[in-house]
């Protein structure tokens, strides 16, 4: 989660006011210049992050707390995946409160809120804390997927997801 707070959550924090001027003067490429531009810029920054914490969490997890705690390392990069994809999800909040669809946020979340609780009940207690991961992994996708959704129908949201699947093949 730090990973998100620490390069994720600053570059975020410019978009909201930015992107709410741009709409209201009517400028939607310049709403889709900020979206993109902030966008992969989270990307480029999380995704080689989590990635590098895939492959070293085992003695990250050892160096930070202990041998004992070697079991639980994999849950790090999950729950980084996860809120990535919360944050991602906040660019569709946002697209849907410009064009007064702000309810669509709330159902985004409270959709989330349902998988989370459905995905709690059926993973925990077969897989335990890696099932509590995958279960907030789940939640968060399927937020991002209904937002992304929601805002791409309704007004100014990403048209293309190639700079992503550029970004995810460099990182791996």
């Given at each position: 989660?730090?990973?998100?707070?620490?390069?994720?959550?600053?570059?975020?924090?410019?978009?909201?006011?930015?992107?709410?001027?741009?709409?209201?003067?009517?400028?939607?490429?310049?709403?889709?210049?900020?979206?993109?531009?902030?966008?992969?810029?989270?990307?480029?920054?999380?995704?080689?992050?989590?990635?590098?914490?895939?492959?070293?969490?085992?003695?990250?997890?050892?160096?930070?707390?202990?041998?004992?705690?070697?079991?639980?390392?994999?849950?790090?990069?999950?729950?980084?995946?996860?809120?990535?994809?919360?944050?991602?999800?906040?660019?569709?909040?946002?697209?849907?409160?410009?064009?007064?669809?702000?309810?669509?946020?709330?159902?985004?979340?409270?959709?989330?809120?349902?998988?989370?609780c459905v995905l709690n009940?059926?993973?925990?207690?077969?897989?335990?804390?890696?099932?509590?991961?995958?279960?907030?992994?789940?939640?968060?996708l399927v937020q991002f997927?209904?937002?992304?959704?929601?805002?791409?129908?309704?007004?100014?949201?990403?048209?293309?997801?190639?700079?992503?699947?550029?970004?995810?093949?460099?990182?791996?």
């Amino acid at each position: 989660y730090m990973i998100i707070q620490v390069f994720v959550n600053p570059i975020w924090a410019l978009y909201p006011n930015s992107a709410a001027e741009l709409h209201n003067r009517g400028d939607s490429a310049g709403v889709d210049r900020l979206l993109h531009t902030i966008g992969y810029g989270i990307l480029l920054l999380s995704v080689p992050a989590i990635a590098g914490m895939w492959a070293l969490c085992e003695p990250i997890m050892v160096v930070v707390a202990g041998p004992a705690f070697r079991d639980a390392a994999y849950v790090m990069p999950v729950i980084a995946l996860a809120y990535l994809l919360l944050m991602l999800a906040s660019f569709g909040d946002v697209a849907l409160g410009l064009v007064y669809r702000q309810h669509l946020a709330t159902v985004s979340i409270t959709l989330a809120v349902a998988v989370n609780c459905v995905l709690n009940i059926l993973l925990i207690p077969r897989f335990g804390i890696m099932g509590a991961a995958f279960s907030t992994l789940g939640a968060f996708l399927v937020q991002f997927l209904f937002s992304t959704m929601m805002a791409a129908r309704s007004g100014p949201f990403w048209r293309s997801f190639s700079g992503f699947y550029r970004i995810s093949a460099a990182s791996i």
